[in-house]
């Protein structure tokens, strides 16, 4: 059984940062992808960033590149999401989600190809 758990979602100023952590466990660790996702209420769950396991190549989302940086530590089967320069607009529940399809569509940031998901942690961004 495959599990995904997020964690070190808060709130925080504008301008500020957070680190969220994604434990995986139960699967190949490190022939998949892993992605962030987020959902803010009364909108669509995007993208917004990923991993690719093997390689270690990483995909962003236009609206946060050059403030998030994803990253994983094979050691510990978890993958890292930091969140600096953060705005009012990244308010949302933030969930980590595995692809199964050998990373084949990890640069997609489509949550139609992950699989598996967490439970997601909140992350809330005051003006």
């Known amino acids: 059984q495959v599990h995904m758990v997020e964690s070190g979602g808060g709130s925080v100023q504008a301008g500020g940062s957070l680190r969220l952590s994604c434990a995986a466990s139960g699967y190949t660790y490190s022939s998949n992808c892993v992605g962030w996702f987020r959902q803010a209420p009364g909108k669509e769950r995007e993208g917004v960033a990923a991993i690719s396991r093997g390689g270690g190549s990483t995909y962003y989302a236009d609206s946060v590149k050059g403030r998030f940086t994803i990253s994983q530590d094979n050691a510990k089967s978890t993958v890292y999401l930091q969140m600096n320069s953060l705005k009012p607009e990244d308010t949302a529940m933030y969930y980590c989600?595995?692809?199964?399809?050998?990373?084949?569509?990890?640069?997609?940031?489509?949550?139609?190809?992950?699989?598996?998901w967490g439970q997601g942690t909140q992350v809330t961004v005051s003006s």
């Open positions: 989600a595995a692809e199964m399809y050998g990373g084949r569509f990890c640069a997609l940031l489509n949550q139609a190809y992950f699989n598996y």
